[in-house]
């Protein structure tokens, strides 16, 4: 029916236009910054969106697991009671959480399911 050479060419076509169709329908979202976030936080209610910052000195309460991130003009109240959370979570450290953006009482709560904290710089004065 058709030739060996043939069937080969057309596997291989089959095979890269479903890898591509895989890679556009699954690209993830981009990490937007707390600004980004906060500044039409209603588009983003309810959905598992990333988003980083920097945590506000003094924020963090292990005791409720919570903190604040902060950018050049919004902070975000980041809950992370069952979060996965990697060491070095510290005040004033970068950190990037994934989860689901909630209005709460008032207040936009970010329920994070993955946290992530840079690594310190060598530069860092020790303490």
């Given at each position: 029916m058709f030739s060996r050479r043939t069937r080969i060419l057309l596997i291989g076509a089959v095979i890269?236009?479903?890898?591509l169709g895989v890679i556009l329908i699954e690209a993830p979202e981009p990490t937007r910054t707390v600004?980004?976030?906060?500044?039409?936080?209603?588009?983003?209610?309810?959905?598992?969106?990333?988003?980083?910052?920097?945590?506000?000195?003094?924020?963090?309460?292990?005791?409720?697991?919570?903190?604040?991130?902060?950018?050049?003009?919004?902070?975000?109240?980041?809950?992370?009671?069952?979060?996965?959370?990697?060491?070095?979570?510290?005040?004033?450290?970068?950190?990037?959480?994934?989860?689901?953006?909630?209005?709460?009482?008032?207040?936009?709560?970010?329920?994070?399911?993955?946290?992530?904290?840079?690594?310190?710089?060598?530069?860092?004065?020790?303490?």
């Amino acid at each position: 029916m058709f030739s060996r050479r043939t069937r080969i060419l057309l596997i291989g076509a089959v095979i890269t236009v479903g890898l591509l169709g895989v890679i556009l329908i699954e690209a993830p979202e981009p990490t937007r910054t707390v600004d980004e976030l906060m500044d039409e936080p209603s588009s983003y209610l309810d959905r598992e969106i990333a988003v980083r910052g920097e945590i506000v000195d003094g924020s963090i309460d292990e005791n409720q697991s919570v903190f604040y991130l902060h950018g050049t003009t919004h902070t975000l109240l980041i809950d992370y009671l069952d979060a996965s959370v990697s060491n070095g979570l510290g005040d004033n450290r970068t950190v990037y959480a994934q989860g689901v953006l909630y209005y709460l009482e008032g207040e936009y709560v970010f329920e994070a399911q993955i946290i992530k904290t840079s690594c310190p710089s060598k530069y860092e004065e020790e303490s």
